[in-house]
């Protein structure tokens, strides 16, 4: 989806959904350009994960959730899309969420967005008002700077395991270390002062590291991962692994003619 400025002042406010800053010196003239541009991207988002988790069949080439005004005064921010009934319904389900402060209907990613949102307004001490329809006297929801958005436990499956890879960075008050699992992928992880100290000592090389994890159930993407134990890895050259491998698992695919088509059907 693409967020477009509309410029367009003749649609009428009830078909405008309407997210309202309040409090003092917040105008959007003292709102930075970046800050804004947070806000329209993080409602952007909220609003499309929303969905594509209710309407998988929609196609989001063809959603567009335009900004269409930002009002004078409180930084008022209204917004219509291209598909309005099934935006202005997310756009409902986000705010009821957050009146009932109850995120379980929302995926992980929307209650992300409105974390950030959130964060604005923690920083600037303001409010953000929620309304379905911009002329509505009353918001259906409220962020306060005192509002905890979280994502819920139901969403996690926490479990141990080991993860394998390069130890790139180990420091920090409450310690981290940063495990490169591969090209493009690092993770970072938790550990207590004496473990950072004795990762610390493997730096730049590659170690097992055994942990309590927590995966999102949504995608099965790993959230957090706390070290409890440094395992054993013994490095060994690809011609070696690869026949140790086929030591292991070779007879059960001797009669096999397309072991690369097995193992792709095996990993779905």
Same mark, same amino acid.
């Given at each position: 989806?693409?967020?477009?400025?509309?410029?367009?002042?003749?649609?009428?406010?009830?078909?405008?959904?309407?997210?309202?800053?309040?409090?003092?010196?917040?105008?959007?003239?003292?709102?930075?350009?970046?800050?804004?541009?947070? &806000?329209?991207?993080?409602?952007?988002?909220?609003?499309?994960? &929303? &969905?594509?988790?209710?309407?998988?069949?929609?196609?989001?080439?063809?959603?567009?959730?335009?900004?269409?005004?930002?009002?004078?005064?409180?930084?008022?921010?209204?917004?219509?899309?291209?598909?309005?009934?099934?935006?202005?319904?997310?756009?409902?389900?986000?705010?009821?969420?957050?009146? =009932? =402060?109850?995120?379980?209907?929302?995926?992980?990613? *929307?209650?992300?967005?409105?974390?950030?949102? *959130?964060?604005?307004?923690?920083?600037?001490?303001?409010?953000?008002?929620? %309304?379905?329809?911009?002329?509505?006297?009353?918001?259906?929801?409220?962020?306060?700077?005192?509002?905890?958005? *979280?994502?819920?436990?139901?969403?996690?499956?926490?479990?141990?395991? &080991?993860?394998?890879? %390069?130890?790139?960075?180990?420091?920090?008050?409450?310690?981290?270390?940063?495990?490169?699992?591969?090209?493009?992928?690092?993770?970072?992880?938790?550990?207590?002062?004496?473990?950072?100290?004795?990762?610390?000592?493997?730096?730049?090389?590659?170690?097992?590291?055994?942990?309590?994890?927590?995966?999102?159930?949504?995608?099965?993407?790993?959230?957090?991962?706390?070290?409890?134990?440094?395992?054993?890895?013994?490095?060994?050259?690809?011609?070696?692994?690869?026949?140790?491998?086929?030591?292991?698992?070779?007879?059960?695919?001797?009669?096999?003619?397309?072991?690369?088509?097995?193992?792709?059907?095996?990993?779905?």
């Amino acid at each position: 989806p693409k967020f477009i400025l509309v410029d367009n002042y003749m649609n009428s406010l009830h078909e405008l959904m309407e997210i309202r800053f309040v409090g003092n010196d917040i105008f959007p003239e003292t709102i930075r350009d970046k800050e804004l541009a947070d &806000i329209i991207s993080n409602t952007e988002d909220s609003l499309t994960n &929303i &969905i594509v988790k209710e309407n998988p069949n929609i196609s989001l080439d063809n959603l567009i959730i335009g900004l269409v005004s930002i009002g004078e005064g409180s930084a008022k921010l209204r917004f219509k899309s291209s598909i309005q009934a099934v935006t202005l319904s997310a756009f409902s389900l986000l705010s009821t969420s957050l009146a =009932n =402060n109850d995120f379980t209907k929302l995926p992980s990613a *929307s209650i992300n967005s409105l974390k950030n949102i *959130s964060d604005f307004t923690k920083k600037r001490n303001c409010v953000a008002e929620f %309304r379905t329809h911009a002329d509505s006297p009353s918001p259906l929801a409220l962020i306060t700077p005192s509002t905890e958005i *979280s994502i819920p436990e139901s969403y996690y499956l926490e479990g141990e395991t &080991i993860l394998y890879g %390069r130890v790139e960075r180990v420091g920090g008050v409450r310690p981290k270390i940063v495990l490169r699992i591969t090209d493009k992928q690092t993770v970072h992880c938790d550990a207590g002062q004496d473990l950072a100290k004795e990762i610390g000592h493997k730096l730049y090389s590659w170690v097992g590291l055994l942990g309590k994890a927590k995966w999102n159930t949504e995608d099965y993407s790993l959230d957090s991962f706390r070290i409890e134990k440094v395992t054993e890895f013994h490095d060994t050259s690809l011609l070696k692994g690869t026949a140790e491998l086929s030591s292991m698992v070779g007879r059960y695919l001797k009669d096999k003619s397309d072991v690369i088509k097995i193992v792709s059907d095996l990993r779905g």
